[in-house]
């Protein structure tokens, strides 16, 4: 008889990196556990599942992936609800998010900027990079399973581990070779709770602990301030700074190599864009930006929020108070930045980014000096909502928002 709701993992990965083999070595070790396998489903999985969960002859589910899927995307279909607002949480629960990297090969896959349609794994509209799946993949999971089927030296195999431990911090992490890892870590294990592994990325984490630690800025102060001290290893670094920066010396750092930079998020303010939040999202040799929403400073205070929780949020990323008089041109406007690398040179990086704000004399123009800076970024689509992450930054959908290859090596 079938337990409800019946536990499903999900495993995912990119092609050859051992989810095949994986998925064979929990099939011989099942024991007495009656799994049932969905092998890259590339139509209606939640339908699939409804119908397997719904016959009732096993205890769990493992879907095995397509390898140009997204994870998150995989438990959204199977977490929330449907178009008729239905939820499948009597019938089935997600157990645990699993991702299979190929040790030999994964930081090779992160840096690449080939496009996943070059390998034929999307059709051609989509231009998503192998590097950029790479990232979602180990960065919304709860095991990582790092197969040695093709041994790398120890050396090796310990410096991939801290980057991993970078990149998702929550995730267990399992070494692995044709998939022989126990059962119980993956099935049955329990590890998968939607806020926390959507919440596990190491530059979310980052950008936490550095807010927990650090000051408030004073835009007057000029240069912004790294709230991680540390220059080798595997350590992030974490930049903020309260002026903005000039639109033609970032929009030239962009497209500057970033030696060692495996992975960089977060939110930036150009002085010619005063109202707009921009977003910056890099990973290996892929770089892109654009629009993120309007600063709140840019809005009238009727129109924020009523709930309590999110004006302390607001106020917590305020210059001052949001109350207070002369700061218009601050309030919630900002640099902050996280890079996660091999052997960054923290204070290097220091110099760059600060070399992109304003200088004094700048700065002094004020906003309507601003606007007459030379502004080589694409337009922006202002028809956003506050805090909502521009999906055509993702997927390059808008004008202007193609990815560009930085040669970041």
């Known amino acids: 008889m079938t337990v409800h709701p019946l536990p499903v993992t999900v495993v ?29 489903n590339t139509g209606d999985l939640r339908a699939e599942v409804v119908r397997i969960a719904e016959v009732g002859n096993v205890d769990a589910i493992v879907v095995e992936s397509p390898a140009s899927a997204e ?10 609800e449907d178009d008729e607002g239905q939820t499948l949480e009597t019938l089935i629960t997600i157990d645990t998010m699993a991702t299979v990297i190929d040790a030999a090969h994964f930081l090779d896959e992160l840096l690449s900027a080939e496009g996943l349609a ?8 989509d231009d998503r990079t192998v ?13 990582l399973v790092i197969d040695q089927t093709r041994p790398v030296e120890e050396a ?12 998702n911090p929550r995730a267990v992490q399992l070494v692995a070779r044709a998939g022989d890892v126990p059962i119980e870590a993956l099935v049955g294990a329990g590890r998968f709770d939607f806020e926390a ?11 936490g602990q550095s807010d927990a630690t650090g000051s408030a800025i004073d835009p007057t102060d000029g240069p912004g301030k790294s709230l991680d001290g540390r220059s080798s290893g595997v350590a992030p670094f974490v930049y903020r700074a309260r002026r903005p920066f000039h639109p033609e010396r970032l929009f030239a750092l962009l497209h500057q190599e970033w030696a060692g930079v495996l992975r960089s998020k977060g939110l930036f303010w150009i002085a010619t864009r005063n109202d707009m939040a921009g977003t910056l999202s890099q990973v ?13 400073a840019a809005q009238p205070a009727d129109e924020w929020p009523e709930d309590e ?18 700061r218009e041109t601050v309030g919630d406007r900002r640099q902050e930045l996280v890079m996660i690398g091999m052997d960054l040179d923290h204070d290097a990086w220091q110099r760059r980014l600060d070399a992109c704000l304003l200088s004094d004399s700048e700065f002094a123009l004020g906003k309507e000096g601003w606007r007459q800076f030379d502004d080589p970024f694409p337009q922006w689509d202002d028809d956003h909502e506050h805090g909502e992450e521009d999906e055509d930054e993702r997927t390059a959908a808008g004008a202007g928002n193609a990815p560009h290859d930085h040669g970041h090596r």
């Open 12 to 40: 995912s990965g990119l092609a050859r990196a051992g989810k095949a083999a994986l998925l064979d070595h929990l099939l011989a070790n099942a024991g007495t556990r009656r799994l049932a396998v969905i092998r890259e």
């Open 71 to 80: 994870p998150l995307s995989i438990a959204e279909s199977l977490v929330l």
């Open 118 to 125: 070059e390998r034929g794994l999307v059709p051609d509209e």
């Open 131 to 143: 590097g950029e799946l790479s990232i979602e993949q180990v960065e919304f999971c709860d095991v």
């Open 156 to 167: 090796m195999l310990a410096r991939l581990q801290q980057v991993l431990a970078k990149i």
């Open 197 to 207: 592994t959507a919440s596990a990325a190491g530059w979310l984490g980052a950008l």
């Open 284 to 296: 290996g040799g892929t770089c892109r930006h654009g629009p993120a929403g309007f600063w709140w």
């Open 309 to 326: 929780a999110f004006k302390a949020e607001i106020a917590h990323d305020w210059f001052a108070s949001p109350d207070a008089e002369g």
